[in-house]
Nanobody, 128 residues
Framework: QVQLMESGGGSVQAGGSLRLSCAAS????????MGWFRQTPGKEREGVAL????????SYSDSAKGRFTISRDNAENALYLQMNSLKPDDTAIYYC?????????????????????WGQGTQVTVSS
């Protein structure tokens, strides 16, 4: 039973950067497909980025591609999201999530229903 906790959110101006962290406990994240999601009030939660258990393969939503970088440090049991060139539309609560244990990311679509474990979220606010 893995537990996740996000940190690193804050307020920045458009064009700025933030680095989000997700600390895991209770289990090693090498057992999981890991993802970042975000949610704006009134909108459904959407996938941002996905990282395979080894960290050798990653994928991104169209909006994140070219601006965000997902990475993991399995030795530190942590997941990261580097966000550059931030836009006001990036304003959301960002969540770290883990898929079913020992299931390949190739079998886990980047949608909330496919992920079993969630952090509490961290707020990101981007002003224009």
């Amino acid at each position: 039973q893995v537990q996740l906790m996000e940190s690193g959110g804050g307020s920045v101006q458009a064009g700025g950067s933030l680095r989000l962290s997700c600390a895991a406990s209770g289990d090693t994240i090498s057992n999981y497909c890991m993802g970042w999601f975000r949610q704006t009030p009134g909108k459904e939660r959407e996938g941002v980025a996905l990282a395979y258990s080894s960290g050798s393969r990653v994928s991104y939503s169209d909006s994140a591609k070219g601006r965000f970088t997902i990475s993991r440090d399995n030795a530190e049991n942590a997941l990261y999201l580097q966000m550059n060139s931030l836009k006001p539309d990036d304003t959301a609560i960002y969540y770290c999530a883990a898929g079913p244990r020992r299931v390949s990311c190739s079998l886990v679509p980047l949608r909330p229903q496919s992920f079993d474990y969630w952090g509490q979220g961290t707020q990101v606010t981007v002003s224009s």
